[in-house]
């Protein structure tokens, strides 16, 4: 199986373009899966204070001290490759709502590093702009600190629509890397991904499979059939061409496998167009400007 290739963000830091996703995974199973997706080749891995999970993480990220790939993800020819060291591993992790301000999110940060047991993590997150408590240049601005101090390699923001990033660019003094966003084949955010190619922000794109509601399209489906490939590797191979950076969660070692093993295939013009069809405005999350 081919590894996720990494993509340059706008600092020059590389991130697999294929993570891992971590929400609604109970603390005690955080372990074991990050473990299983280690073993699979996964090398990149999104958290947030408020999933509850970051101390399992910790504990999968653990693992790494003993942990030899057996897989040829990364390893070449399926034969046991070194251990991985920290400088492999991509953890990002996200400010709460609650803990928006400046001091709020420096706290809130050294409680996620506690939690993670790391020293450094590869990029920190605002989780949701929340706008009406009016805190996320502020909180942001915390966040350039923990950038600057080297504890957060790459900054920047979850959930952030035209407006809320305007805003913020009026005062921001780093650019922020990336915008974490709901996208996948019924919610595409063209204007969104229009604006970060300009703005030089990579979309990540969150619930890329419209939290498993997506595998179920028929036009998916036809597309699987005739490529020979799961409905979600046809919707994963979508992102990938679209160039955004992806997080799917999945809860058996099969489907972490499935899901990373799509870089060996590609997606001609005609299936892209289809895909592209698709968009139906439809979330299966809040709309940011909701979430306060
Ligand atoms: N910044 C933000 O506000 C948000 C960020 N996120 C991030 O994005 C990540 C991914 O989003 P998430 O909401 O989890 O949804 P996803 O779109 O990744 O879908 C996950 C669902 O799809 C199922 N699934 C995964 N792979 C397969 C497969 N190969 N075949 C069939 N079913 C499959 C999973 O089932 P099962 O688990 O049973 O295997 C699960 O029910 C989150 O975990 C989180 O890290 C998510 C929401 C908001
Ligand atoms: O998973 C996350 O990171 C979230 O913030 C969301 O799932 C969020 O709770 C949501 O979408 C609520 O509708």
Redesign the pocket.
């Known amino acids: 199986m081919k590894p996720s290739p990494r993509l340059s963000l706008n600092n020059g830091v590389l991130i697999d373009q294929l993570g891992?996703?971590?929400?609604?995974?109970p603390p005690a199973e955080a372990a074991g899966l990050v473990t299983m997706a280690l073993e699979a080749g996964y090398r990149h891995f999104?958290?947030?204070a408020m999933?509850g999970n970051e101390t399992g993480v910790a504990r999968g990220i653990g693992s790494l001290s003993s942990f030899v790939s057996t897989d040829d993800a990364r390893g070449g020819s399926g034969e046991a490759s070194p251990s991985l060291s920290r400088e492999d591993l991509f953890v990002?992790t996200?400010l709460w709502n609650d803990d928006q301000g400046y001091d709020a999110t420096l706290r809130a940060f050294d409680t996620s590093m506690a939690n993670l047991g790391l020293e450094y993590v590869d990029m920190y997150?605002i989780?949701?702009p929340c706008p009406q408590r009016g805190l996320y240049s502020e909180s942001y601005r915390a966040m350039e600190t923990l950038y600057r101090e080297g504890r957060a390699r790459a900054i920047g923001v979850?959930?952030f629509q035209p407006a809320h990033l305007d805003r913020l660019l009026q005062t921001a003094e780093v650019v922020p890397a990336v915008n974490?966003?709901?996208l996948?084949p019924w919610l595409q955010q063209e204007e969104l991904r229009a604006l970060h190619g300009g703005l030089g922000i990579t979309t990540e794109?969150?619930?890329?499979?419209?939290?498993?509601?997506?595998?179920q399209d028929p036009v998916v489906l036809d597309l699987a059939a005739a490529h020979g490939r799961?409905?979600?590797?046809i919707i994963l191979r979508w992102h990938v061409q679209l160039g955004n950076v992806?997080?799917?969660?999945?809860?058996?070692y099969?489907?972490?496998r499935?899901?990373l093993n799509v870089f060996g295939f590609s997606l001609e013009a005609a299936a892209m167009d289809a895909l592209a069809g698709l968009e139906r405005g439809f979330r299966?999350?809040s709309h940011p400007d909701s979430v306060n």
């Open positions: 891992f996703g971590l929400y609604k995974v999104d958290t947030a999933y990002t996200k997150l989780h949701w979850s959930n974490q966003i709901e996948h794109a969150w619930s890329p499979l419209g939290r498993g509601q997506v595998l799961t409905p979600a590797q992806t997080i799917p969660k999945a809860s058996s099969a489907r972490i499935e899901n299966t999350g």
